[in-house]
């Protein structure tokens, strides 16, 4: 079964490209500004953001750097309060994005330039937290799963 | 050695690449309260969801007639589509009420967008998209029902239980207010309502066992004025028709996903209500469940319930009444037209919230019987544990959320009709936030269905015309002072049909199912009628023979020929 799981997380192993929701899992800093900060990179040949998975404290500001180590054109079309955001990232260029988001819940953004039209590299934001207290029902704390 | 990489810049938002223009005039700046109030008084524009406060969801306009409708004809069309993953899968369906102020259209649609458009031309002026989490719990679709537009502002509700305001020149945002917890399964689809300096939304959410709430915040600056929950409390008026023990009425639903009416003289909203949770399973929670699947009169500057009127006391079928309540002064009385999903027109004095007259508007109705001041003896539910039962209407209704209208010019009542039933098996589980709580397995009928267009009399109750069709009717009418119903079809066809006969007259293939709420405007002096299309989000509830057909998201915009 370690195999299988291993041959789910690479280009062409047992399916052509990476599993969704799999990779490394990353976490963002939060500054002293209130902003949250996180680098994700795209390693050579794998066709892949990573981390694969970045988790978020809570809703709010973030600023992302991408890397992109690979020797193929990619790009990344990201969530953000307002519009998508778009950043062109040709072989060995790095650039920001600086995104709004809501929590709790997750997001995913991809690539679809560069031969990435087809599944793309495609990675998420998962934002912990909660509704705000005056957003919540007024009701006993209820069972979760 | 180090890589040196090229500086790619900052990421920028998409509209930069593209033709957008980025700027609307400013039309929504002069529209105020006393504007809406008036709404009908110029028909050239659809200041509001329902077109007027009332609901009749009727215009004046006749330049579009009986006689000429023939010649009908796309003006333009506007077009989104979908990209990559996107919120709730693949559930989308395009199904808002387009607003129109002075040439320009506001119009919301699936996962999150806005757009501002030329009425006359089409051309996108400018677009907001909410990003929305994948995972927030959806009910029934990705979809929403339409924005609101005041003051310089435009107002939308987000699936993830946000209420925002934009800037209506530039679609940048004002305000933003959670008022709904994603975590407890809560959501948001409600075109939101504006009334006086108030921006009025309802939460989504009744299968999921959410407590079901009305919002009220300040249009200017999103402070909360007041909530109002639709199940109380233990020792609020209500709360005897919940069991004395336990927390059903912490779970019981009364969601009010759909835009209320509004009668100024009274100062109260009509507010719809949806289902008790769990929908099906009545054993855990004895009693009428108010307020759920109730017609509910608040008042609109403190949130107080006023008076109420419960359809289906202790539902089992999921039969909500979110649906609208449609204002109209009769023969010296001030009524309110209700279709409720389980298959009877209800008038009601909306003074009072009692019944005035009771009449089936659909063929099959094997669940209970209701007589003529509303009482329900039940027939046909969901009892024993794992024994299946059919009944009808199934739990779309005989008429879902999609809306009725009204002409005062022929005094007639026009409803999309559903007929078709379902089967439910109880299946009673343990409640857990966030996890859908049915309380049985559900199938609605695949064949043995039909629809219609009705025009029914307030007067009688009676039937007085219907365009038959042989699937479920699933969207909005529109009836207008050029003698006409407009009304789309699951398959596509967007009809005209003469509002006093119900003789189709015109007809055209739109590629896509109809779910949404077509609304008429005109710019110097040219009627055009305007119709989001594109089918999908609760197609399982409420037309599971169609889940298979073919997604859509576009707008259509007809006129006559110019001469």
Partial sequence: ?145 | MATEYVDAGQAVGNSTLSTIVGIAPPVAKDVTYERILNARSEPQNWLTYYGAYDGQRYSPLDQINKGNVKQLAPAWAFQCGSVGLHSGKSTYSFEAAPIVVDGIMFVSGWDGWVWALDARTGELLWQYRHAIPYDVSLCCGNVNRGVAVAEGKVFVATLNAHIIALDAETGKKVWDETYGDVRAGESATVAPLVVKDMVIVGSSGGEFGVRGHLDAFKRETGERVWRTYMVPKPGEPGSETWPADGEAWARGGGNCWVTSTFDPELNLLYVGTGNPCPDFDGGVREGDNLYTDSGVAVDADSGEIRSHFQYTPHDLWDYDSTMEHILFDLDGRKLAAHFDKNGFLYILDRTNMEPVRVAPFVDRIDWGEVDEKGNVTPKVYPDKEGDPVHFWPGPAGAKEWTHACYSPKTELLYAPVQDVGATATRRRREFKESIPYWGAGVAVDLEDMAGSVSALDPRTGEERWRWSNDVPMCSSLLATGGDLVFAGEPTGEFNALDASSGELLWQFQCGSGHHSSPTTYSIDGRQYIAVPTGWGAWTEGFLPGMLGAGQGSSLFVFALPEE
């Fill in chain 1, 1 to 145: 079964m370690a195999e299988i799981a291993e041959l789910l997380d690479r280009q062409n192993g047992a399916t052509l490209g990476r599993m969704l929701g799999r990779g490394s899992i990353g976490e963002a800093e939060e500054g002293s500004d209130g902003r949250m900060r996180a680098t994700i990179r795209i390693p050579e040949d794998e066709l892949v953001f990573e981390p694969g998975i970045l988790v978020l404290p809570h809703g709010g500001e973030l600023e992302l750097e991408f890397f992109n180590d690979d020797k193929n054109t990619h790009c990344a079309v990201l969530p953000c309060n307002g519009d998508y955001k778009f950043i062109w990232l040709v072989n060995h260029s790095r650039g920001t994005a600086n995104l709004t988001l809501d929590g709790p819940g997750y997001y995913w953004y991809g690539s679809r330039t560069g031969n990435d039209e087809g599944r793309g590299l495609t990675a998420a934001i998962v934002v912990q937290g909660d509704a705000p207290p005056e957003a919540r029902l007024d009701r006993p704390p209820q069972p979760r799963p």
